[in-house]
């Protein structure tokens, strides 16, 4: 029996739209599913995107702002600037924009959209699953050989097929705000335990006299305080509260970041991609190069195991098992350097790093090593090579022993 389609993709984000792109431009029959009705909303990031993953897509008419370097602000004001003017770091996008961009991609591939949609269950069948689709409030049936969730943080298909979660959830809050005055293509971060727990704020222009400001934490680490009440530490800080004095907000959002991909991403006919596996960046909390690469990794085997009908849990584990197995060493060792220089440490010690990593010889090796998307051989080279964090060498070494 031929099913309607080859495969149903849960979600029409960037990442299921960059999925749906790579399968239909190899002849699969794809089916997105989308529960909003309008790709790219609602807006929940901070719209950083780096190189790399906008070269995968081209959408460079959706860049608002370039950025250069991040000016880095230790708890107690050491700064430290990471990068260099007129050497581009990454882009400020539109994000509704992009998204809709990389979802349009897929269509003109090929694939096929349903807008108001969302699977309430799916049956497994000898030859194929069968996905029973609300759409526009009323039940349809659709047969497909695979179903993909690229639905986001909280994935419906994570849930209903038990696929485990995500080792780590940060929580992200940002406003949009008018007022702010920065320096031309350089972004800026915040730290210390007030203002961003274990992690940091940002302040990233985003076009036309905008601004983003953000921050991130856990759970764990807010420890009952809500992350709301983080934003106005920051803004009403002593040492910072000048800066902030005039902006206007125009529009604030919080949203889940899942880090630390999932025990099991497949199953028979079913595979996880993006924020539905836990693919964000610990260090960053970038999910949108990582979703790109994870598929992109794996599409040719991929696509010979649909068209030859392949898709049992052994079968799609040995396809994805040694590249996806990197990317979660990756993450896993990305987090234990983290949690090491940064997010396990009290203000003191943080500032002590910050002065570190302010000495010329450290930050022109950052800006050597340094690679937002590559952050663990810059851990790794900033170990080994300043003296100051020579005796942190031997605990990095059993964190990445056990991560
Ligand atoms: C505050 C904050 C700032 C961030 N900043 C950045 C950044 O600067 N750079 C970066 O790379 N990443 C950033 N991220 C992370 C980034 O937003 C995500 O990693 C990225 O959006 C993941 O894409 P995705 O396609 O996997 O999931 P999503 O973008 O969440 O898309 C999932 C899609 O599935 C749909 N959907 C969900 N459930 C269903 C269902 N049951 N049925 C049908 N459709 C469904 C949703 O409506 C949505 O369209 C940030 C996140 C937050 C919260």
Excluded at 126 to 136: C, E, R
């Amino acid at each position: 029996m031929n099913p309607d389609y080859d495969v149903v993709i849960v979600g029409a984000g960037p990442v299921g739209g960059r999925a749906a792109t790579l399968l239909a431009e190899r002849g699969i029959r794809v089916l997105m599913l989308e529960e909003h009705g309008e790709v790219g909303r609602p807006f929940q990031c901070a719209g950083l995107v780096t190189p790399s993953a906008m070269d995968a897509v081209g959408g460079h008419h959706t860049v608002l702002e370039e950025v250069d370097g991040a000016l880095i602000h230790g708890p107690s004001g050491t700064l430290v600037p990471v990068g260099t003017d007129g050497v581009l770091r990454t882009y400020v996008v539109c994000r509704k924009r992009f998204d809709q961009y990389v979802v349009q991609q897929g269509m003109e591939a090929g694939a096929i959209v349903w807008l108001n949609s969302k699977p309430v269950d799916v049956t497994e069948q000898p030859q194929g699953v069968t996905v029973t689709v609300d759409k526009n409030g009323e039940q349809r049936q659709v047969s497909a050989r695979l179903i993909i969730g690229a639905d986001g943080a909280h994935s419906w298909t994570r849930r209903h097929f038990r696929m485990g979660r995500p080792k780590e959830l940060m929580i992200g809050y940002q406003v949009e705000v008018t007022g702010y005055e920065g320096r031309d293509r350089w972004l800026e971060m915040y730290s210390g335990e007030e203002i961003a727990p274990g992690f940091f704020a940002w302040v990233i222009p985003s076009g036309f006299g905008t601004y983003r400001i953000g921050l991130w934490s856990t759970a764990e680490r807010l420890n009952g305080r809500s992350i709301r009440s983080c934003y106005q530490d920051l803004i009403q800080h002593p040492l910072w509260a000048d800066r902030f004095s005039k902006i206007s907000p125009v529009a604030e959002f919080c949203g889940p970041i899942p880090s630390g991909m999932v025990k099991m991403p497949v199953r028979d006919r079913v595979m996880l991609i993006g924020d539905a596996a836990g693919m964000a960046k610990p260090t960053t909390g970038g999910g949108l190069g990582p979703g790109f690469h994870q598929i992109q990794c794996v599409i040719d085997p991929l696509v010979q195991a649909i068209q030859n009908n392949e898709l049992t849990a052994k079968h799609l584990r040995s396809i994805t098992k040694k590249p996806w197995e990197a990317m979660r060493k990756e993450q896993d060792r990305a987090r234990a350097l983290r949690n090491l220089l940064v997010s396990d440490c009290i203000d003191s010690k943080l500032d002590s790093h910050f002065k570190n990593f302010a000495h010329p010889d450290t930050l022109s090796l950052i800006n050597s090593v340094g690679d937002i998307e590559k952050p663990v051989p810059l851990g790794m080279a900033l170990l080994k090579n300043v003296p100051a964090f020579r005796g942190l060498a031997v605990r990095a070494g059993v964190r990445l022993l056990l991560s």
